[in-house]
């Protein structure tokens, strides 16, 4: 059985400025990444400013259209104004097709979830590299360091995750 998915921009981005997008490839066992026209469009507003990260994405993902069913339940997301225009497609996506949302986004996540979507969130997808054995501990602990670098952040989960 094959779990289909989206994974948000943030998500993607964090993997693409890591050049680590083949990395969900294979957690995923996908070929191509499955993105919505919004996730499409967030990914391009970086390529103004110079960066060229999105072209990892791009390189890796087909972009999926939206059923009429999807467009109407998109529609009613926006129309709340809870959510991103992106996150609004993902969550329409994923609730009609009954694919998984992979967010870093609590509120989307939340939203997501009263309209009976599963949710994982970047902890456990890095749980998922590990126990699925898609990485070492050590690969996964540089790989979550040079993530944190570039997107000058922190996760917080980040010591108690290695902890013995």
Not at 7 to 32: N, P
Not at 58 to 77: D, G, R
Not at 93 to 111: K, L
Request: aromatic share 10%; charged share 20%; hydrophobic share 45%.
């Amino acid at each position: 059985m094959t779990i289909s998915f989206l994974v948000d921009t943030d998500i993607l981005s964090l993997f693409a400025k890591t050049e680590a997008i083949q990395i969900l490839l294979r957690l995923f066992g996908a070929e191509r990444l499955p993105i919505t026209p919004g996730v499409f469009s967030e990914l391009l507003a970086p390529l103004d400013y110079g960066y060229d990260f999105p072209h990892q994405v791009f390189a890796n993902s087909t972009v999926v259209s939206l059923s009429s069913t999807e467009l109407e339940l998109y529609a009613q997301l926006r129309l709340e104004g809870n959510v991103s225009s992106a996150d609004a497609e993902q969550i329409a996506v994923c609730h009609t097709r009954a694919w998984v949302y992979v967010t870093m986004d609590r509120v989307a996540a939340r939203i997501a979830a009263s309209h009976q979507v599963h949710t994982v969130d970047l902890y456990a997808l890095f749980k998922a590299l590990r126990k699925g054995e898609v990485l070492t501990d050590d690969t996964l602990y540089k790989l979550i360091l040079r993530m944190e670098h570039l997107d000058r952040t922190k996760f917080p989960f980040r010591d108690e995750f290695f902890s013995p």
